[in-house]
């Protein structure tokens, strides 16, 4: 719908932008807007490296990233779509995008999956349904009200997540997060996994400092049986320099083999990415996280809830003490490194395709 209005806006010669949390989820609508322009039946300048769409007569539509506030400032809009805003500050739009829609009296819209209660978005959203002010309105939907989804898979959704973040992805509810990660009740214990039946994968959350007070390099070994159970193989951390968290990392690949090994693939740990990728024959996967750590912990979450997960027994104390104190605890690098290698098993397990594409300076991944 707002990829409609976006093209409609430009095409009357209007100043657009869709701006996202991050460029990723900014590419969807990207996407989506660009798919609508090649159906005009006239010429439309499409210019992915730039993110942006051209119109005749001026109008446009740029995709930004709110990651930097101060990059999005300086230009007059007539339009502004914050995509997933309520993952985006409050400053975001108040202080830098608000500005840009005043002189040339501007509109906005803000389409989000639910995230924080009683935040900036959600009381954006209690204007709308009051009323008080007659140029805020509001909506609600659920998934079921989409008629291009199958509300069967709706309905095995609910089965496997979490109840409150079902009610946030699906049922577009604002709901609290207070109580809802693990509970020891859910934890279940094995002498031995099956490791002859296991997708094994390895997940790697890397830490940048090697201070006592810094996060640290952790590792996750997470295997996946034929019934879909999940089973923590091993836990393993450290504070190490660069060299040394790649032996780190070859030593529990060369214990266990897992089928695929992710790590977190922004700034620094590009670099790591490619030296494991360079120096070993392991099928390594970049993740490049788009959402917070809680929604991305919120799959495993939702296992736990369920009885799905084994850990087995002697693994480190920590791993555990991180877990039930996640989200407010002081350390979360354990549940980071599960929730990526439940990310590339998840992947490995559908069978996505990974790329190895050789380059000037080693292969990269993609």
Not at 135 to 154: G, L, M, R
Request: net charge negative; charged share 25%; glycine share 6%.
């Amino acid at each position: 719908m707002c990829s409609l209005i976006a093209v409609k806006a430009a095409h009357e010669g209007k100043r657009v932008w869709w701006v996202a949390p991050t460029y990723t989820i900014a590419m969807l609508g990207f996407r989506e807007a660009a798919r609508l322009a090649k159906q005009m039946p006239f010429p439309v300048t499409i210019q992915p490296g730039a993110m942006q769409i051209l119109f005749p007569g001026d109008g446009f539509i740029r995709y930004k990233s709110s990651e930097i506030p101060e990059n999005l400032r300086g230009e007059g809009l007539d339009l502004l779509i914050m995509d997933e805003a309520d993952f985006q500050p409050e400053e975001v739009w108040q202080e830098v995008l608000r500005p840009a829609l005043a002189d040339r009296k501007g509109a906005a819209i803000f389409i989000s999956t639910p995230n924080i209660e009683n935040g900036w978005f959600h009381k954006m959203w209690l204007l709308g349904q009051t009323g008080q002010d007659p140029d805020v309105k509001s909506w609600q939907f659920s998934s079921y009200t989409n008629p291009y989804i199958d509300p069967a898979e709706i309905d095995r959704a609910k089965e496997s997540l979490p109840s409150i973040v079902f009610r946030r992805e699906f049922m577009a509810e604002f709901v609290s997060g207070a109580g809802a990660r693990v509970r020891r009740e859910w934890l279940k214990y094995e002498d031995h996994a099956p490791l002859q039946d296991l997708k094994i994968a390895l997940g790697v959350d890397l830490a940048i400092s090697e201070k006592a007070t810094a996060d640290y390099t952790a590792a996750c070994v997470l295997g996946r049986d034929a019934t879909g159970n999940l089973h923590v193989l091993e836990v393993a951390r450290t504070r190490a320099s660069f060299s040394q968290q790649i032996e780190f990392i070859k030593q529990l690949a060369a214990k266990w083999q897992p089928a695929i090994v992710g790590i977190e693939d922004v700034q620094y740990q590009k670099a790591m990415v490619q030296q494991i990728s360079a120096q070993t024959s392991l099928n390594v996967r970049g993740i490049r996280p788009d959402r917070d750590k809680v929604s991305r912990f919120a799959p495993l979450e939702g296992r736990y809830e369920l009885g799905q997960v084994w850990h087995v027994r002697g693994l480190d104390p920590a791993f555990e003490s991180e877990l039930l104190s996640f989200p407010k605890g002081t350390h979360d690098d354990f549940e980071d490194a599960m929730s990526i290698a439940f990310a590339v098993l998840d992947e490995f397990s559908r069978a996505a395709p990974i790329c190895f594409v050789d380059s000037i300076d080693g292969p990269t991944v993609w």
